[in-house]
């Protein structure tokens, strides 16, 4: 797994020397974008308007802009040497429940595992948290910017998820959603029937079942094309929108009916079957 941040854990006195691998990867399909005239691929350059060249990377600097046209320039020296804990350490704050965070703070999750010599405080760490159920808020920089994160077990290894910051989660009051229920009445039964619906979808969790059916039919489609096939796809059911409260409330009945589970029919099946009998 490839490396892309190297530092260590730390947890009150003690530091654990770890390496950070990103835990997931995007399954992409990727185009290159062509000239339509020839379909020779577009290069993107870097270029440099007043010197009217283009620029090498190694020519290139970083820069703030404080004013429009006016930068201060920041070498990689002088990130290097900000006086930030969080830039060499993951930085434990606070041991707290996984559960008390709202799924909206999370972002990319990495893998940790030890550098050598490392083994064991990171054992002690990880079979600590396991035991007391318990994650580690965390700061941490990488690419420049500090990170709030979470520390927690994924199976039998630690990692760290990137979190955002409180001001960084925009407020969904501006969507008026708390004042609907004074412009539109809900009745009881149509509650209970979507509480129904819910309890007949209402499955475990196992991500091996869903799968990514727009990426599918796209490799689909570039096969077809690659081999020379026509591609015919069949016409798609436009589902109508409910237009009033009857309609809402039969479409609920009967999507409840089509997701009863199979196995709470089979079980009623055989009790019919008694009750005909007697």
């Given amino acids: 797994m490839q490396t892309v941040w190297k530092g260590a854990i730390s947890f009150g006195l003690l530091n654990v020397p770890v390496k950070m691998g ?49 930068f201060v320039l920041i070498s990689d020296e002088e990130l290097e040497a900000l006086p930030v804990k969080s830039a060499k350490y993951i930085d434990i704050v606070d041991f707290i429940l996984l559960s008390d965070v709202d ?28 035991e007391t159920g318990k994650a580690a808020v965390a700061k941490v920089t990488l690419r420049n910017k500090e990170h709030l994160c979470i520390v927690r077990l994924v199976e039998d290894t630690l990692a760290v998820c990137m979190m955002y910051f409180e001001d960084e989660i925009r407020s969904s009051a501006e969507l ?10 809900v009745r009881p039964e149509e509650r209970e029937m979507a509480k129904k619906l819910i309890d007949n979808l209402t ?36 589902r109508e929108p409910a237009g009033n409260v009857v309609d809402l409330m039969e479409r609920l009945r009967q999507s409840v009916e089509a997701t009863k589970k199979t196995e709470t029919k089979q079980k009623r099946t055989p009790a019919k079957k008694k009750a005909k009998q007697a």
């Fill in 203 to 238: 499955e475990t969790f196992e991500p091996q079942k869903y799968h990514d059916a727009y990426r599918e039919e796209l490799l689909a489609l570039i096969r077809a094309k690659v081999a020379g096939q026509d591609v015919v796809h069949a016409e798609e059911t436009v």
């Fill in 176 to 185: 008026g959603i708390a004042t609907l229920q004074d412009k539109v009445q």
């Fill in 103 to 130: 799924p909206i703070y999370f972002d990319k999750t990495y893998y940790l595992w030890p550098e050598k010599g490392g083994e064991k405080p990171y054992l002690i760490l990880r079979d600590a948290m396991r």
């Fill in 22 to 70: 990103a835990a997931t990867q995007r399954e992409n399909v990727s185009f290159r974008q062509l000239h339509k005239a020839c379909n020779t691929p577009i290069n993107q350059k870097r270029f440099c308007p007043k010197c009217g060249k283009e620029v090498p990377y190694e020519e290139i600097t970083r820069g703030y802009e404080y004013e429009p046209g006016k």
